[in-house]
């Protein structure tokens, strides 16, 4: 659990009674739909987080999550072009149902939609399947999270293997010894500094994900001096007797093992990143697990064969997940990956051998005609019959993507035909060069010559762009390129925009459901209301996002506080 910060000061309990609480989450509310307004492309992606605080109720977190760049923006380089908050936060009772759950997310989702004027994106999410099926009604395309992919898989690895599962009982041993102990960690810390090494002890933060265990057996390795002479002079109790050359070096290779899957991880969960990383940090992977076995026999040591054998393992492992291997093959992932610019000249590196890159380039180019056509639509046929094709891109609407999901996947341009022979066969009295205009295969005055004109002009686009050498800083922002571009290339910049835009994790609206066990919540003599909590996991991340906001002063009535005491947003946002 969380230490207290010492600067808390928890708000008093007439804060939670009085109305002050729902008036500032509904001016908040408000700002953070003036705020999603502005996303470029239309389009809002979001990610769902779900986390049990007691036995009765269950909290299911929203996040929304957008691109906002302006042509010849003033925004500071420091400044993020990556827009998110949180839309929803609500305890549900364990006792509801599954289909009473969906109903009320996609009200939500459909209220935020239509108050905000956006258009659907993506959803990021692991494992919500029920929430993710109510989302996906109001035409989201969910992506799998890829942290979760990825400790899916290592979990996996860690159980499936007996060496492993001796080493991290061994772990678990030693994180118990001096946990229980205040002599033993007293102890511990003298042969730290005789060592000369730093002395924090991080035995309480050993908890069931592997990237908990991961740390720990990094940071056992950093102290195995100190440790054997501790085993030497005071014993170690169980652990003591497992701590043998063998287990340092199968730990240590252990920790090398999974060090690229926990920065991967760790990476691709900052408020920074982008759905583009995805497939190159996969490749990474990739390479890594061929290459490790030959490092690790090059680099020896006890149990050397014992190494070797785990390596082949998790590579097997990665080489088989059929979830993680088909994230290469899914449209959003590899256009958002040619969208960027630090990984587009490296597309034919980072996916799999004989994939087909003029493909998704010309899926690519489709994109970018569709919003091309969009904003300037063809004139409607005069045509005594009404119109009788749909023009290509009528999935869009004001100028942003609507369609971009798995449903445009793989899809080549649609020829414009009508689908009755009717109309083919009804026309005698209209000329062959005229019925030719009626099914989209010539152009004239009348119908325009737009969709020609525009598919010309989007490939030469992104011909442009795909050989334009200028990319930025590995650690940049691809929007930073983005904004400089929208003047040049504004349908392909609004394309960009709304993929790079996604976060490849759901990491944000998790740590909204991992703040349930936060002091500000938990240190109250009587529970607080699952409303109140609500409206506090919402107002903290909101106001942490938007620290320009001034709300609106709050009035309490004097009845409700004690002489002295006061209470504001700031309050609520330090360590909720």
Known sequence: MAQADPCYHVPPPA??????????????????????????????????????????????????????????????????????????????????????????????????????????????????????????????????????????????????????????????????????????????????????????????????????????????????????????????????????????SLMNSLVTLLRPFQVAVQEASTARASLSQVLPQLRFLHIFVEQVPQHLEEQGGVEVGAAVRLAKGLALQLTTDRQLNELFHREEFVLATLLDPRFKGRIEAILPTGADIDHWKQVLVYKVKEIMVSEHPLPPSPSPHGPQTTRAGATLSGGGVRSLGAEGRGRKEPARRSGSGSLLLGQKERGLLEQLESVGLLASKRSGASLATESHLASIIVKKYLRENETIGAQEDPLVYWEKRQEVWPALARLATVYVSCPPTGAFSGSVCASLGSPALVQHNTPLPVGTIERLLFLKTNLENFPNYTAPPLLFPQKDLAEGEQASEADLCLTV
């Not at 009772?93 to 459909?110: D, F, I, P």
């Not at 999270?145 to 001796?166: E, K, N």
């Not at 050993?206 to 100190?226: C, I, K, N, T, Y």
């Open 15 to 248: 804060f939670f009674s009085n109305t002050a609480l729902p008036l500032l989450h509904a001016a908040v509310d408000e700002q953070v739909c003036r705020e999603m307004r502005r996303a470029e492309g239309g389009c809002v992606h979001l990610t769902v987080s779900t986390a049990a605080r007691d036995s009765a109720v269950d909290y299911v977190a929203v996040t929304a999550h957008w691109g906002a760049i302006r042509p010849g923006s003033r925004q500071g380089a420091s400044e993020s072009r990556r827009k998110r908050a949180v839309l929803w936060v609500r305890g549900l009772s364990q006792e509801s149902t599954a289909e009473e759950r969906q109903r009320e997310l996609r009200e939500q989702v459909s209220l935020w939609l239509s108050r905000t004027c956006l258009q659907p994106g993506f959803l990021v999410s692991g494992s919500c399947l029920s929430l993710e099926q109510a989302v996906r009604t109001e035409g989201y395309t969910h992506l799998p999270c890829f942290a979760h992919c990825l400790d899916s898989l290592v979990t996996s690895f860690l159980c499936h293997h007996q060496s492993v599962q001796i080493i991290l009982g061994t772990v678990r041993a030693i994180c118990s010894h001096f946990h229980g102990s205040a002599r033993a960690r007293q102890l511990l810390t003298q042969l730290q500094r005789q060592c000369g090494l730093p002395a924090p002890q991080p035995f309480w933060e050993l908890s069931d994900h592997w990237v908990s265990a991961f740390h720990l057996m990094e940071w056992l390795v950093g102290q195995q001096r100190p440790l054997r002479e501790y085993e030497e002079e005071h014993q170690l109790g169980k652990a003591g007797s497992a701590l043998s050359a063998v287990f340092w």
